[in-house]
């Protein structure tokens, strides 16, 4: 399987090389190694198979682990230190919209890094690099947390950055901690407010109107993380209506790291016996993002949406609600 990936010229979507290669073509150049969303997330997925097993590949061959980092070499770490153009990392224009690609790709280069790089200075040279990439995202996110990308792809955006933040502070021995921060806390609510009951969500933007397989698990580190009893409540009461602790990833691949489980497992016990009342406000308002959340507490709910079709996954619902 390893040496099938090595082989692939590119780890890219074609949909994705078109923006991303100077050519403008969906035809992969071996000359020109991008850095892009399902691109970034094979590689680290990559990079944890090499740090777990690269002793183990050496026993069959020295060949597959050798080759393993070589790609991981040219093909994430070297472009993501040598370009500043890639449009996600938000460093050669200052108007540029973004979006969950940003923290998606940073997060995925900063855990290559962590997992790969021996050399102390290159180390700090690849975690600063993402911390400016993720610092352009937070600078372009509404400052009154709401995702403009709706609750489906928060978990791309706020989740991801509540995991980039958490991978930073372990990886600076806590000198470098956001997760307490006001903003960040409510960006990590949005999904509770946009969660009208029954797994029924505000479907503005990119959003399913259902979605039937939240995490409660990683919902509720993401509480723990940043202090939000509201979250955590909101998880802690998932994780008993599912009966079990499900560390199954509702994330999709591109958003998904074995770094989520492993954190999720230090809230193991706490989550299943937290119970504490969901104390979600009846009128919730976003003056930013322009959305509005009402809810009598009875079974009515609506929500409303202003804001502009300039948004990021904004499919021209300005003026639209849900009730």
């Not at 050669?92 to 995925?108: E, G, H, P």
């Not at 600063?128 to 400052?143: E, F, G, H």
């Not at 958490?166 to 509770?192: H, I, N, Q, W």
Request: proline share 4%.
């Amino acid at each position: 399987g390893v040496i099938c990936f090595c082989e692939m010229t590119s780890w890219a979507l074609s949909a994705h090389l078109v923006s991303h290669q100077s050519s403008g073509r969906s035809i992969p150049d071996i000359d020109e190694p991008v850095v892009a969303l399902r691109q970034s997330k094979v590689a680290e997925m990559l990079a944890w198979v090499w740090y777990y097993f690269h002793d183990e590949f050496d026993k069959t061959s020295p060949v597959i682990a050798r080759r393993l980092r070589h790609e991981l070499q040219v093909r994430m770490l070297d472009p993501f230190m040598a370009r500043e153009d890639f449009w996600w990392m938000g460093l050669r224009d200052k108007r540029q919209v973004l979006n969950n690609w940003t923290v998606c790709c940073s997060f995925n280069a900063m855990m290559c890094f962590m997992l790969l790089e021996d050399d102390a200075d290159r180390l700090t040279d690849g975690v600063w690099k993402s911390m400016r990439c993720v610092d352009q995202l937070l600078n372009y996110a509404p400052a009154d947390g709401a995702c403009d990308e709706g609750p489906s792809y928060w978990k791309g955006n706020a989740g991801m950055i509540v995991n980039y933040l958490g991978a930073l502070r372990r990886v600076t021995a806590g000198k470098v901690d956001l997760l307490r921060d006001p903003f960040v806390r409510r960006m990590t609510e949005f999904y509770v407010h946009s969660c009208v009951g029954d797994e029924w969500l505000v479907s503005f933007a990119d959003a399913h109107a259902r979605n039937a397989n939240t995490t409660y698990p990683l919902l509720y580190r993401f509480g723990a993380e940043v202090q939000s009893p509201l979250l955590k409540a909101f998880a802690a009461r998932g994780v008993r209506l599912q009966g079990r602790v499900d560390f199954e990833s509702d994330m999709s691949p591109c958003f998904y790291s074995l770094y989520h489980e492993f954190e999720n497992l230090w809230y193991y016990d706490e989550m299943q016996h937290f119970d504490e009342p969901i104390d979600r406000p009846s009128c919730v308002w976003y003056p930013v993002a322009q959305f509005c959340y009402l809810d009598n507490q009875h079974g009515l709910f609506l929500a409303a949406k202003g804001g502009h079709n300039g948004e990021s996954h904004n499919h021209n619902d300005v003026g639209s609600g849900v009730f």
